[in-house]
């Protein structure tokens, strides 16, 4: 395993003073938190991060949340600080929550910006990881002072849009997608009741990113946790209302302050071997009959691998239509296909897909090949990497078969990479 990497940050404020850390939203750096500064650091030492390829950044893309928790973790070690308070914005906001989740004894207070226990679906940021991979982040930069604005402050304040854009612009776009990934696989509506801090729940009004309603289910899930609703505020809520999210930040991590210097709480219980294992978490085994080994059903694992590949959406789909004449089908395919072969560690995904595509073309099943040409976009592949696969088929599957799947791949890619207005 690779040393685990720390993060590009600054730190503003007296260095004996409580240490406070900002996190940022994905496109973000640090300076979103600029208006903040003056009056934090009359009271704690802040330290704020750049996600990795964002503001000049090292480009070491992180495949996931946890990834992130950990280099700011080490971050944070460095500097020597046991307990910290964090406030993050987005997907600053999901790094928190999963600190939270997994170092509790590490995290004094919380608040959560424009935040969610699940951010949209999915198939909502693999395809944008598909858009940027095709077209790079320019789509994305041009489309981000709508999402994280009003039109009422775009209008007014013309130079911070124009910043937030080159902010998204000069992003890493390696970084940016492995971003998207790792908030297509974060989800921890089920984990909320285990988050032990005090958190303030902060959100816009007018946000469509993180509507309103994520909020209220993280204030309804996390046992010590108050909701505050920022009139006139879309998703960037700091730059957009700085003067309320100052007061509110200071409010909470002031009151706070002294609950988290009573120590981190107690350990959750183990569950040994000869503990009952509650249903919910009771895994399914098959005893392997070359090995005799007890090995987990591959259900589970080939679900997961079937909806990262294919997305939740045609997942569903081929689920809620299943009857009981196809369900046992349905089940074979889950089992076998994904979680039998696609989820075996000897071929990357990308590969899969490659041979899949390969394979569609020579039989001719167009239908397959147009959610498995939907699948090898959001497996890495690209458009031209697509035309030489079906290019190379081409010459010992037949030009007719050829000639239909570039017709069926050229809708797919169409579709797929065109930016979503």
Same mark, same amino acid.
């Given at each position: 395993m690779s040393e685990t990497k720390t993060l590009q940050y600054r730190t503003d404020g007296?260095?004996?003073?409580?240490?406070?850390?900002?996190?940022?939203?994905?496109?973000?750096?640090?300076?979103?938190?600029?208006?903040?500064?003056p009056e934090l650091t009359r009271h704690w030492r802040v330290l704020r991060i750049d996600l990795p390829g964002h503001g000049g950044a090292p480009a070491h893309p992180a495949p996931s949340v946890a990834e992130l928790a950990d280099r700011l973790l080490a971050t944070v070690d460095a500097l020597g600080v046991d307990r910290f308070g964090y406030a993050g914005c987005s997907l600053g906001g999901a790094v928190g929550a999963q600190l939270a989740l997994a170092h509790p004894e590490r995290v004094s207070s919380l608040a959560l910006v424009s935040a969610s226990a699940r951010h949209a679906?999915?198939?909502?940021?693999?395809?944008?990881?598909?858009?940027?991979?095709?077209?790079?982040l320019e789509p994305i930069a041009r489309s981000a002072p709508e999402?994280?604005?009003?039109?009422?402050?775009?209008a007014a304040q013309p130079a911070i849009v124009e910043w937030a854009v080159q902010m998204v612009r000069t992003t890493d776009p390696g970084c940016y997608i492995a971003a998207c990934e790792a908030l297509a696989a974060f989800d921890i509506r089920a984990e909320l009741g285990r988050i032990g801090v005090p958190a303030l729940i902060v959100a816009g009004s007018e946000d469509q990113a993180t509507p309103p309603a994520d909020a209220r289910a993280l204030?309804?899930?996390?046992?010590?946790?108050?909701?505050?609703?920022?009139?006139?505020?879309?998703?960037?809520?700091?730059?957009?209302?700085?003067?309320?999210?100052?007061?509110?930040?200071?409010?909470?991590?002031?009151?706070?302050?002294?609950?988290?210097?009573?120590?981190?709480?107690?350990?959750?219980?183990?569950?040994?071997?000869?503990?009952?294992?509650?249903?919910?978490?009771?895994?399914?085994?098959?005893?392997?009959?070359?090995?005799?080994?007890?090995? &987990?059903?591959?259900?589970?694992?080939?679900?997961?691998?079937?909806? *990262? %590949? @294919?997305?939740? /959406?045609? +997942?569903?789909?081929?689920?809620?239509?299943?009857?009981?004449?196809t369900r046992d089908f349905q089940d074979f395919v889950t089992r076998y296909a994904w979680g039998e072969v696609w989820d075996r560690p000897g071929l990357d995904r990308r590969t899969r897909s490659v041979i899949t595509l390969t394979a569609l073309l020579s039989r001719g099943h167009l239908d397959e090949l147009a959610?498995?040409?939907?699948? &090898?976009?959001?497996?890495?592949?690209?458009?031209?990497?697509?035309? *030489? %696969? @079906?290019?190379? /088929?081409? +010459?010992?599957?037949?030009?007719?078969?050829?000639?239909?799947?570039?017709?069926?791949?050229?809708?797919?890619?169409?579709e797929e990479t065109t930016p979503q207005e």
């Open positions: 007296p260095g004996g003073a409580p240490l406070l850390v900002l996190g940022p939203a994905l496109g973000a750096t640090w300076h979103m938190w600029d208006r903040q500064i679906t999915p198939d909502t940021w693999r395809q944008r990881g598909v858009v940027v991979r095709t077209n790079g999402r994280w604005f009003t039109a009422a402050f775009a204030v309804a899930g996390i046992p010590d946790a108050r909701l505050a609703m920022v009139p006139g505020a879309s998703h960037l809520v700091p730059v957009e209302q700085p003067g309320a999210v100052t007061e509110l930040l200071i409010r909470h991590f002031t009151t706070s302050r002294q609950q988290s210097a009573a120590g981190p709480p107690a350990p959750a219980p183990v569950l040994t071997p000869s503990s009952p294992q509650p249903a919910a978490v009771a895994e399914l085994e098959a005893a392997d009959p070359g090995t005799g080994a007890v090995r &987990a059903d591959p259900y589970d694992a080939g679900l997961k691998v079937r909806r *990262e %590949v @294919l997305g939740d /959406a045609h +997942v569903d789909r081929a689920l809620e239509n299943a009857d009981g004449f959610f498995h040409t939907r699948a &090898a976009l959001r497996n890495g592949l690209t458009p031209d990497e697509i035309k *030489e %696969v @079906l290019l190379h /088929a081409a +010459v010992y599957c037949g030009v007719p078969a050829a000639h239909s799947a570039f017709a069926v791949a050229q809708r797919v890619i169409r």
